[in-house]
């Protein structure tokens, strides 16, 4: 499938998504996120495919959702078409793993989508912010929730409400970026990253994304009786007798995500 505002390939096991709208820095338009929705969608269904970079040029991730385009819009047209929540949160909806390269800005809606992914690798250009209150608005693609959830509610208060720009360093210290690396090395690194996880049992990996995702939504007590259940579930497939026989054996495991 061809697409106008993404660029979309693959290194064995991991596809990569690249946002292509430099003219814009990446704003976030009805185009491009459809056409992400649809990438991601394609890589979901593709067996080949166990992990999903997300990035986008060295000057910005992404620079928030296209003002231009929704600014005239009224409560009706957004609620009608389920503005965000249609597109924007296919990223979320991912059982893959997917890991965010930001360098440059991610800002508003640019800095949402990454916090919809697993994992975020930062250049230490970085830069994070959600200034939407300064244009009469609020985060509308769970920026409130999900930095509230990664950094604690003293920081969300504080770039929410004065729109405050981090660097990657503090983003580093805030727990929002698993690693900061310099800019030229971002994408082989963040290439690294899926690559390895494309070399575990997806099944095994598929569990473990969704039951840390559960952690955040549940009781201490539900969320060790769900991994407890799922712990169990994989000793009925092959994928687990494979990989204890291989390290019994001390080779490297051939996993078949069966």
Request: glycine share 10%.
């Amino acid at each position: 499938m061809s697409y106008r505002s993404i660029l979309v390939r693959r290194e064995g096991g991991v596809g990569i998504v690249t946002l292509n709208r430099p003219e814009a820095l990446n704003a976030l338009n009805l185009e491009m996120t459809t056409e992400l929705g649809d990438a991601l969608a394609a890589f979901e269904r593709d067996g080949g495919i166990d992990a999903i970079v997300l990035t986008g040029s060295d000057r910005a991730f992404a620079a928030g959702a296209d003002i231009k385009e929704i600014a005239d819009k009224s409560f009706a047209e957004v609620f009608d078409e389920e503005f965000i929540t249609a597109t924007w949160e296919n990223v979320a909806r991912c059982r893959k793993p997917t890991l965010a390269a930001v360098s440059g800005h991610a800002v508003g809606g640019g800095f949402e989508l990454a916090l919809m992914c697993d994992i975020i690798i930062a250049a230490e250009c970085a830069r994070f912010s959600l200034p939407e209150a300064r244009i009469g608005i609020i985060p509308g693609a769970g920026g409130t929730q999900r930095l509230t959830r990664a950094g604690g509610k003293a920081l969300a208060m504080d770039m929410i409400l004065t729109g405050r720009m981090i660097d990657a360093a503090e983003a580093e210290r805030a727990g929002l970026v698993s690693r900061v690396v310099a800019p030229d090395a971002l994408l082989d690194e963040a290439c690294a990253a899926a690559a390895k996880i494309a070399g575990q049992s997806p099944l095994a990996v598929m569990m473990n994304k969704e039951m840390v995702n559960v952690a955040l939504e549940t009781t201490l007590a539900e969320g060790v009786r769900f991994e407890r259940r799922l712990f169990h579930s994989l000793f009925a497939f092959e994928d687990q007798k494979e990989g204890m026989a291989a390290f019994v054996d001390k080779r490297k495991p051939r996993f078949t995500g069966r």
